[in-house]
């Protein structure tokens, strides 16, 4: 039944023909990305899945699904029932793509129901407050229309096909819910029936329940403010009712809204964007690009403005550098204004727009995030839609072809540009060189396109994928704001494919790991340099990779990622074990829960002659829970220990 009572209540007929044709709309959506599904894993989906050993659930035990619940890299944020759907998909197909990206198509459907859930509740109550209301048939089919849109908007392919991004998707199920059960409240308040208790429980079980996904759901209680700041006015039939909605904002907005920023801010001042190539103010000039960029991307999207990666954006160095930040300024400026100003006249369009801001308050401000992604939009790009179709409902009735030809003409221009980025999506190689074409300035994509011939070409120094994977990573080493990835796949392919190792890589590798704070990329270019000498199947080339890791190590607060790989070279390769240990011992007071460095320290402590410290190291570990391959190695590691203790105490 939709979310509406009294007179605004559409009929059994009406319902039909909307689930009918909301059926329809879902059948066409899953058409258009369905090509995408047969594509592959890229960027995040490594470290948050393939490479995290311990979402790898083969098991029905309880403490495997505690670890894939708690399994998420980012720390500060476990994402646990994110988590859990990720080992859920490997526990039945483990690695396939296809099923985890199914699942998160799945997600936007459901997610694309709940969102016509809300804008059904919203419309009827903007309806209400009309001088002179439209037709039901006119809200209802706005609500299809907008949730269409949506479904197959362009910007929103990415958390359907980007698997790591039904984070996203998954938090927005509870915010969509959340905001509808807020909604049927106000409907219930509206005729003059207990409702606060309802919207109290959708704003609390929504965000509470998004929150185990992403933390982007904290955001759910200012959404449904805005609506009741630009649509709904506060009006109640009753002053109690009114009166307990303030309360319910003040409990559920304001007040965790004080705590989050008194949490928040210091941890995000100036010195957390040391890892980053911009400061805060620069990345808040860049922000105001981006954000237009966003609104133009969603409302008009161009083939050639699309795309996963976007590091190849110029960061703003001041509001003239380039020009356009303080003209983008301007505009974002003006929007607020027109918002503000707009209120009663044009309530949906000042809502939709507050609420493209809204969403974008934790990932275009002060957190020292990268600077662009289309996933952020995933709820913003509905309020923009909604602003849109604002506008649209205010065309005149003389005028109504006009007001059915364009959203029509804009749902068929967004499918159909959806349904190639879908088919770009369903192959690596096709989806890595449309990206290098289309962002031939993006260090990442021409990486990714080396990356992947260089997959491909299953490292076969005959392969004919070589010499244009050469050609990517020399083009990408070569581009402003360029990570060591591309300078470290240029000597691995080298080693693999018995071809010379140029020294002049070496050079530009240390040079540019000496020139600026290093970032994870840097750390993963490092560490496959380091195994793959240590493997054997690179040239020994121990001096160069020394060199490589001290300009990293130049840099003030080192990461413990980067000391626990610098002691595992200090170890393997220049066979220094005290050093080795200290470092890593360092490493471990950074993140002192961490297995594998206790794991590592142990290793090194063995060949460090010192197997008391080794077997203590290993049990610190009793209350941790370790994945399969961690208790084997740490089993190894105590039996071989156990061997050795007997004849260090004979010797002393």
Sequence with gaps: MLPGEGSNVASKRGIRRDLLGLLAVLLVTAAIFWPGLSGSYLFDDFPNIVENPEVHVATSNWPDWLAAAKASPVADFPRPLAMLSFAANYYFTQLDPLPMKL???????????????????????????????????????????????????????????YVVQRMESLAQIFVLAGLWIYLHGRLRISSGRPGTLLCAAGLIAGTAGGLLCKE???????????AE???????TPKHGDRRKLFAVFALGLFVPAAIGLYWLLPRFGPGAFAGRPFTLPQRLMTECRVLVDYGAWTLFPRPDDLGFYHDDIAISRGWFSPA???????????SLIAAAAWRRKLPLVSLGIAWFFAAHLLTATVIPLELVFE??????????????????LEIPPDLKLLRLALPMLAILVLGAMTALRATEWSNPIRFAYAEADQHPNSPRALYELGHTLTIASGYRKDSKLIEPAIQAFQTASGLQGTSAAPLASLILVASHTNRPVNPKWWENLTS?????????????ALESLSDCQRKGECTPQVQELLSAYLAALSHPGPSPGLLANYGAFCANALHDYPLGVEVTREALALRPGSVEYRIELSEIEILNGDASSALAVLESLKAAHLNQEQTARAANLKHSIESKLPQQHQGT
């Design 103 to 161: 699942t998160n198509l799945l997600v936007h459907l459901l997610n694309g129901l709940l969102l016509w859930a809300v804008l059904t509740a919203l419309l009827q109550l903007w309806n209400a407050r009309r001088e002179v209301a439209l037709p039901d048939q006119t809200i209802r089919w706005t609500a299809v229309g907008i949730s269409t849109a949506w479904l197959i908007c362009p910007i929103n392919l990415s958390p359907v096909l």
């Design 216 to 226: 982007s759901a904290v955001l759910l209680p200012l959404y449904a403010f805005l």
């Design 375 to 392: 996933h952020r939009n995933y709820f913003s790009s509905a309020g923009l839609l909604l602003a849109a179709a604002g506008l649209i």
């Design 512 to 524: 540019l790991l000496a020139s600026r704070p290093i970032s994870v990329d840097d750390l993963g």
């Design 229 to 235: 700041l630009l649509v709904l006015n506060f009006e």
């Design 324 to 334: 356009s930040t303080v003209f983008s300024a301007i505009f974002l400026l003006a």
